[in-house]
């Protein structure tokens, strides 16, 4: 418990309250610098080798699904969702804002928890935050919502040999992702495409094209 109440006060130490650029509905506890921000988790926590603080910025392909699923409540509205590797909780806020029945969030991180629990209390939402994987799972959640998941070889091919069976069961399987390389696109359907907002210390342009894509079967 001590941990946890250890990573709230940092979260709200080190971060603010701002309106994800591409979703404003939402806001989340977010930071400017990703690089700093690393070392103080592992200066402050004394924790070594912690995973980056994927859950203290707006990814595009994150802010893509939740433009989308805002857009579209009709894909979320009174069915279970789930929000895989979720980071700061922002696709699951999403779909709690658009009329989700529930909606859990996982990531591996167990900042990631953390985060989603004060970005959910900031939005007024409620979500069931996990720590753990997802892959290999199936809970019967009807909507799984992956942002952002393929910018490595061996986590695309884990995320895509999870997530196929699952679309082809007949789940709805929404992945958002600005053209990473090792995006499966072959076995995608395009249904949205926005000109994101990012910041330069994540990737390599200041707006970025991002795609929602629905996985094959669903």
């Not at 802010?63 to 009709?74: F, G, I, K, N, T």
């Not at 509205?77 to 806020?93: F, H, K, W, Y």
């Not at 900031?122 to 935050?129: K, R």
Request: glycine fraction near 8%.
């Amino acid at each position: 418990m001590t941990v946890i109440l250890d990573r709230a006060a940092f979260i709200r130490t080190h971060t603010r309250l701002m309106a994800v650029p591409h979703a404003p509905e939402i806001v989340l506890h977010l930071a400017d610098e990703a690089t700093a921000l690393w070392q103080k988790t592992e200066d402050e926590l004394g924790e070594i080798g912690l995973p980056p603080p994927f859950w203290a910025f707006a990814w595009a392909g994150g802010q893509a699904l939740a433009r989308y699923v805002l857009d579209h409540p009709e894909t979320v509205a009174g069915r279970r969702v789930l929000d895989v590797a979720t980071g700061s909780g922002l696709v699951a806020i999403a779909a709690a804002k658009a009329g989700a029945a529930a909606v859990t969030a996982i990531d591996i991180d167990a900042f990631c928890e953390v985060a989603v629990g004060l970005n959910a209390a900031a939005n007024g939402v409620a979500i069931t935050a996990m720590t753990g994987d997802a892959i290999g799972r199936d809970e019967g959640f009807d909507v799984i919502l992956a942002g952002d998941v393929c910018y490595e070889r061996s986590m695309t091919a884990t995320m895509m040999a999870w997530l196929q069976p699952l679309a082809k069961a007949g789940r709805t399987v929404l992945i958002g992702d600005p053209g990473r390389t090792y995006l499966p696109r072959d076995h995608l359907e395009k249904r949205a495409e926005y000109m994101v907002p990012v910041t330069r210390e994540l990737e390599d342009l200041e707006i970025k094209k991002t795609a929602v894509w629905a996985l094959a079967g669903a």
